[in-house]
């Protein structure tokens, strides 16, 4: 069907939202086919704005392009009989089939996972939920701060109040996960023939990107706090305002420190700043020291002497920053697409890249997120003809 390592599968997708829609969508730019099922009024986030684009009438949303690209829409409802049976000539033909219902939902609507496998053995189905498909709480709804919060995340981030992540980062680890175990169950059907189900949540999802904050806790008995700029466990490591703009550092070795020092013209040895548990207790005093020293210069110039140090650091850009950055064309990180009816748009391209190939997700041609059933047709008109 098209470029990439997984140009030979054949995904449905019909997830709705965010954590589902990114799952389908990694895997898409990966070259697969993924047909997005939409109910008549479509996904969710065809109405999350503003910012839209487009005139009345053909009016899209920024939201449902950022997690739909390289896919194709099919609009079913899934409580007509003859709809049902598209979905289910369509199970017949794929490799995988993601969805994000409550709970119960895909038994009622008459797709359970045994009547998937009856339609295809080899069908690897993958289920994100809230909270898990089973235990105490299985049948609640999830979304992305709910999860975040409940997950704990939150209550590590920020300065003065918990606060939430500025992407809906419970919704994107979720999807992650999701495709990850996917690839691992294509690779287990590679041996035995068989599909299985794959199973994640939002809530596992943000266990398991609790890192070193989880083990304070389940190991060292410690419940971590906000931790604000600066990393709570290494310092310096955060970010320092100056006279123009914030700059960030990470000394992550006793090497580092003694080269920012070098840098700065201190005493790396000097009592209560000589080894990083040190500078972690005095961490407060250590942040003073270093923004009295830069609040004299602008960011450019502090910049440039610890890049001269060999000192990690970098500055807060913001996205129209990012998106101009060479380094983030040179990684293929922009792609330009033709839209449907919008015409030229440019999207983030995927993270992943192979070997010297300049594209991401080793696909040079990469479609635009479609207009709601823009290939409806034509898949029917497939389904009925193959």
């Known amino acids: 069907m098209g470029e990439g390592p997984l140009s030979d599968l054949l995904v449905i997708d019909l997830t709705r939202a965010l ?16 047909i997005k099922v939409e109910a008549p009024a479509g996904d969710d986030t065809r109405g999350w704005g503003p910012p839209f684009v487009g005139e009345e009438g053909e009016r899209e949303s920024t939201y449902f392009m950022a997690a739909n690209r390289n896919k194709e829409s099919l609009v079913l409802d899934l409580k007509d009989e003859a709809d049902r049976e598209v979905l289910a000539r369509l199970v017949e033909r794929a490799d995988v089939l993601m969805e994000n219902f409550r709970v119960g939902v895909m038994d009622r609507l008459g797709f359970s996972v045994e009547r998937l496998h009856e339609l295809n053995p080899g069908l690897v189905i ?34 003065e109040q ?52 989880g083990t304070r806790w389940t190991v060292a008995g ?23 703009a914030p700059v960030q550092i990470a000394c992550g070795s006793e090497n580092l420190w003694r080269a920012l020092c070098a840098a700065l013209g201190w005493d790396p040895t000097e009592p209560g700043f000589a080894t990083n548990p040190e500078r972690v207790a005095n961490r ?23 890049a001269e140090a060999g000192v990690p650091s970098g500055k807060v850009r913001t996205m129209d920053d990012v998106y101009g950055w060479e380094q983030v064309l040179s990684q293929g990180l922009l792609l330009t697409v033709q839209h449907a009816t919008q015409g030229e748009l440019r999207l983030p391209g995927s993270p992943i890249r192979f070997d010297d190939d300049p ?14 059933d823009q290939h409806g047709p034509a898949i029917r008109e497939w389904l009925a003809t193959d």
Not at 126 to 155: K, V, W
Not at 285 to 293: C, K, N, S, T
């Open 19 to 34: 954590a589902g829609p990114h799952a389908g969508m990694m895997l898409g730019d990966l070259g697969a086919r993924v």
């Open 126 to 159: 993958m289920s994100i939920t809230g909270f898990g498909h089973d235990g105490p709480e299985a049948l609640r709804a999830g979304y992305d701060q709910i999860a975040q919060g409940e997950g704990g995340l939150m209550s590590i981030t920020g300065t």
């Open 162 to 213: 918990p606060t939430k992540v500025g992407v809906p980062i419970a919704d994107l680890i979720a999807g992650m996960n999701g495709a990850f175990g996917v690839l691992a169950a294509l690779h287990e059907r590679s041996r035995t023939g068989r599909g299985r189900v794959v199973r994640t949540s939002l809530l596992a999802g943000m266990i398991g990107v609790h890192a070193f904050q």
């Open 222 to 244: 410690e419940v971590p706090g906000l931790a604000g700029d600066h990393h709570p466990s290494i310092a310096p490591y955060g970010m320092f305002t100056t006279q123009t």
């Open 284 to 306: 407060d005093a250590l942040v003073a020291r270093i923004e009295g020293l830069f609040a004299d210069r602008p960011a450019e110039h502090w910049l440039a002497v610890l």
């Open 359 to 372: 594209w991401s997700g080793g696909r040079s041609e990469h479609l635009a997120p479609p207009t709601l």
